[in-house]
Each structure stands twice: as structure tokens, then as C-alpha cells.
């Protein structure tokens, strides 16, 4: 194949997940022209499918509260803006305490939250439980709240993202998964498959839980590593719980748990394993439900009886500070990161979606220099994100 009838692209996309589909439809928005590769057999089906639907501004990152806030607001708009029904819904997200440590933890996070726009306070007792009344009530100290994080549906979402992106000209290839990383005179040039071979002016690794591999097609070795996180839903029950509560209190196994009542009525919910599960592995654990339903019904007894329906295991793309790698590569120019989202890809990829678009189009507000510096793939990894 000459260069002559090479098809080319304004950017090439790999990864058609919770970054690579919203990144798409914002670019096609903007009147790029874009390919997105795959190598799954349809959209989202990596671990986009796999997330729990939770979408929240609620962290202690600057740059994920701006890139979260950003991205409730399209959420929270999609269906009248665009038509789909996402099952968004508005149901806040609870941090109760029981003890000192988790109190102080959450109360000197309130400083940088409120600090970037974050509507959130700290609750007392009688207030926590009339946000959720069946909370367990012995030794709680209150806790924060933030009635503007909510969720929706990941499946619905990436479909919806899709659908968009289609309508305005972005082209998706499935079951054709990237086999090198085409290079002229050190930058990026395009891509080839083994179905055929594409140029492109950039190039955006958005492969998630792959996207070191991606990474060292162009001698990249990017510091992000799959670890497995399992998760679980239950039958659908009225309706009786609005906030996703989080109790960050560690505990044998696990770091901390969360879960919520979908807008359909399921209890969805997920833990934080501790050690963490590295590699590719996703099948179930006969560990995993009996150690959250414990955790979960100590919080909440009134959940005992709920029956599961369903549990399985999905991959998080973790970097070594739980932040996100988000930046053009200085050695390969061209090459755009947009990695490491750490399992929050869901809530934050409408909003980097936008903010790639920015970036490729040369049209980066005052405000994403700041949010690319904290998220910078050469910044030093100190610390860790206090509400992972």
C-alpha cells in the first residue's frame, strides 16, 4: 500500500472505552476526522461494561474535581441535550464516619474541595441519617455529602457516545487491534492492523488496562498496571437508598467499599482489595461476597436479606499515585496519553474527551494547563489520591 491511497486521519483513537468513545464524539464535534480502533467486537466492552456507574466531583486530586465536575455536567444534561436516555441520576455521594481517623480524613478534605467549586459539606449524625435513614446509627459521627455527584448507566453511556460520534462522521473499526505504531522522522504517522494501515496527524492511546503495551510500540514503558477490583448486583427492590455510600475505614482484604441503589432499583456495589490483584486475571473470587456483604450489612442491616444476582471482575488501569496520565509524549511527537484513569474512566472520560479536543485543536483554556501539569505522565509520583 503506497502512501496515496493510505486513508488519513486528523486522529486515530485506540480504544473505544470510557475515554476513547467520549473523546470521539467530542473530536468529530469539532470537526476532526476520526478513526477509532478496537480490539473487541463492539464498544465499551473492556472495562467501560465492567464499572459500577458511579460518577462522582468527589476527590482530593484538584484536577479530577475540575475534569469530574465538567463531566456531571454532561452527564447530568446528555438526555436533553442529545436525546438518550443514560439512566443518570442525581443521587449524591455519602462518606459516613464512625471513627476519629476517618473524620479528620474527610473534614481536611473539605478545604481543597470547596476550594474548586465542590458542593460538599460535612453532616453531623441527624443530618447524615436524614440523607440515608438506614444507615447503621451506633458510633456514627456524621460525615460529608455532596448532592451533585450521582451515576448512570456505563452501557447506555459508551452506546450513546457512540451513536453521537457516528452521526458526526467518526469512524469505529472493531475486532482490529493495533499492531504497530507508524513513525516518520521520530513522530507519529499512523497506525497499522492486520487488516490494513492508517496515517494519522496524532495518535491517542486510550487503551486503558492496555495501555502499556500500547506504550511500547513507540519504547514507551508507561507506569500503568492492571489490578482487578471485583464487583456485584443485586435484584431490583423499591426504591429506598439515593447516595452511593463510600465507608473508606480499611479492613482485612480491603481499603474501602462502596455501593449504591441504581435508578432501576438494583444495589450495585464494589470493594477495593487490599493487597491489590495485579495482572489480567477477571475471574471471580469465592472470597469477595462474603467479605463485602459482611461490610455491607454491618453499615446497613437493613440490606441482609437482598438476594445477588450477579458478580464479576474488572480491570483497573493504576499508576503509581492513582492519578491519571494525561499529556502529549515528548518522545514521540504526536503520540497523546489519556491513560491511567485508576477505574474512574467512566466519570471522567466526557470531560477528557473534551479536554483532548482542546489540546489537538490548539484551544486549551487558562484552566487546562493547571489540570495537565497535576496530571502530567513525567510529573514525580508522590503521595497517593486519599479518596481512591
Known amino acids: 500500500m503506497t502512501a496515496m491511497n493510505i486513508p488519513h486521519y486528523d486522529v486515530i483513537i485506540i480504544g473505544s472505552g470510557s475515554t476513547g468513545t467520549p473523546a470521539a464524539f467530542s473530536m468529530a464535534q469539532a470537526g476532526l476526522k476520526v478513526l477509532v480502533l478496537d480490539q473487541c467486537s463492539s464498544v465499551g466492552q473492556e472495562s467501560n461494561k465492567k464499572a459500577i ?45 464512625y471513627r476519629e481517623r476517618e473524620e479528620k480524613i474527610l473534614k481536611d478534605l473539605l478545604v481543597t474541595q470547596k476550594s474548586y467549586g465542590l458542593n460538599i459539606d460535612w453532616l453531623n449524625k441527624d443530618q447524615m441519617l436524614a440523607v440515608a435513614p438506614d444507615l447503621n446509627t451506633e458510633n456514627l459521627r456524621g460525615g460529608t455529602f455532596s448532592p451533585e455527584d450521582g451515576s448512570a448507566s456505563p452501557l447506555l453511556a459508551a452506546h450513546a457516545f457512540y451513536r453521537q460520534a457516528l452521526k458526526r462522521g467518526a469512524e469505529f473499526r472493531f475486532n482490529e487491534p493495533v499492531e504497530e505504531i507508524l513513525l516518520r522522522g521520530g513522530r507519529v504517522a499512523g497506525v497499522r492492523t492486520h487488516r490494513g494501515t492508517y496515517g494519522a ?81 477477571e475471574r471471580e473470587t469465592s472470597e469477595f461476597l462474603p467479605m463485602v456483604s459482611k461490610r455491607m450489612i454491618e453499615i446497613m442491616p437493613r440490606l441482609k436479606n437482598i438476594r445477588v444476582r450477579r458478580t464479576w471482575r474488572g480491570l483497573y488501569p493504576m499508576t503509581p499515585d492513582g492519578a491519571p496520565l494525561i499529556g502529549w509524549s515528548q518522545e514521540v511527537p504526536g503520540f497523546l496519553l489519556a491513560v491511567g484513569l485508576c477505574g474512574q474512566g ?28 497535576i496530571v502530567s505522565p513525567y510529573r514525580q509520583f508522590a503521595g497517593q489520591e486519599k479518596l481512591q
Open 201 to 281: 496527524d496524532v495518535v491517542v492511546n486510550a487503551a486503558g488496562a492496555w495501555a502499556n503495551p500500547i506504550g511500547k510500540l513507540v519504547g514507551l514503558d508507561l507506569p500503568v498496571r492492571p489490578d482487578s477490583h471485583e464487583a456485584a448486583i443485586t435484584e431490583p427492590v423499591a426504591h429506598f437508598l439515593d447516595p452511593m455510600i463510600v465507608d473508606i475505614r480499611p479492613a482485612p482484604g480491603s481499603t474501602n467499599y462502596y455501593f449504591y441503589q441504581h435508578l432501576t432499583g438494583q444495589i450495585i456495589f464494589c470493594i477495593t482489595p487490599n493487597p491489590n490483584k495485579w495482572g489480567f486475571d
Open 53 to 97: 456507574g458511579g460518577i462522582r466531583a468527589t476527590h482530593s486530586d484538584p484536577a479530577k474535581i475540575r475534569l469530574c465536575l465538567r463531566s456531571i455536567e454532561i452527564f447530568s444534561t446528555w438526555k436533553e441535550t442529545y436525546g438518550d436516555d443514560i439512566e443518570w441520576y442525581k443521587g449524591g455521594y455519602a462518606f459516613p464516619a
Open 346 to 373: 467512566f466519570m471522567m472520560g466526557p470531560s477528557i474527551g473534551e479536554l483532548l479536543t482542546r489540546m489537538v485543536t490548539g484551544q486549551m483554556v487558562p484552566e487546562d494547563h493547571e489540570t495537565l501539569d
